[in-house]
């Protein structure tokens, strides 16, 4: 199947000082990659839709200047978190659809990275 | 409004026991539904989907699940339980279409605890 790569898998940084994490699509192109959130035992929120070639779509409460979304490539997006305080600290997914297949719905993970601020 | 209802918060089984977890979906269009597993600390692995066709599907490590669209169910089942089953357990439904349209809207979960 196809596979998504998430780097790195496990950051711990100063509060104010920025974090960026990469999304790859390994073995497929993706105009449409999505960024998650997940709290503690909790289920996952979209905090975004990144597509390629154009601005971020942001979910409602979602702050764009705080979370910086850059889909440069129909393989790789990034998710900078600027300013990161400790309550930033989560769980982020990434996913992506297969170019090829858009039309089915499916999408494919990474393996998400935990991202403490301290 | 569309939304994923998982009832069951956390569910213990004994290891070779039968299993089910349900899921019920409100969409207003055809639904594609999906279960996914998440182990502690990972990201999501697809166990099987629905699009069409045959309403019972058949997916990865033996689970099947069964879409009822009279019921607005897609419950997740596996005959016998093994420990290495123990996990988090979403249930996703989308939609055709790219951009948002296609993203998922996720269930908050069924964490699975097997016994001994």
């Known amino acids: 199947g196809a596979v998504v790569s998430q780097h790195p898998s496990w950051v711990i940084c100063k509060s104010g000082t920025s974090v960026k994490i990469e999304c790859r699509s390994l073995d497929f192109q993706a105009t449409t990659m999505f960024w998650y959130r997940q709290f503690p035992k909790q289920s996952l929120m979209l905090m975004a839709t990144?597509?390629?070639?154009?601005?971020?779509?942001?979910e409602q409460g979602v702050e764009k200047d705080k979370f910086l979304i850059n889909h440069a490539s129909l393989t790789l997006s990034t998710l900078t978190v600027t300013s990161a305080h400790p309550e930033d600290s989560s769980f982020y997914i990434c996913?992506?659809?297969?170019?090829?297949?858009?039309?089915?719905?499916?999408?494919?993970f990474g393996e998400g990275s935990r991202l403490t601020v301290l | 409004a569309q939304s994923v209802t998982q009832p069951d918060i956390h569910i213990t089984v004994s290891e070779g026991a039968s299993l089910e977890l349900r899921c019920n979906y409100s969409y207003g269009a055809t639904p594609y539904l999906f279960w996914y597993v998440q182990s502690p600390g990972q990201g999501l692995q697809l166990l099987l989907k629905?699009?069409?066709?045959?309403?019972l599907v058949q997916g990865i490590k033996g689970f099947e699940a069964e879409f009822k669209r009279s019921q607005s169910s897609f419950n997740l089942r596996k005959p016998s339980v093994h420990w290495s089953d123990a996990a988090e357990y979403f249930c996703a439904v989308g939609a055709l279409g790219g951009g948002s349209q296609g993203n998922l809207i996720f269930g908050k979960g069924t964490k699975l605890s097997v016994k001994p």
């Open positions: 629905y699009f069409s066709g045959d309403t």
């Open positions: 996913s992506a659809r297969d170019r090829v297949g858009t039309n089915t719905g499916e999408l494919f």
């Open positions: 990144s597509n390629e070639g154009s601005k971020a779509t942001y």
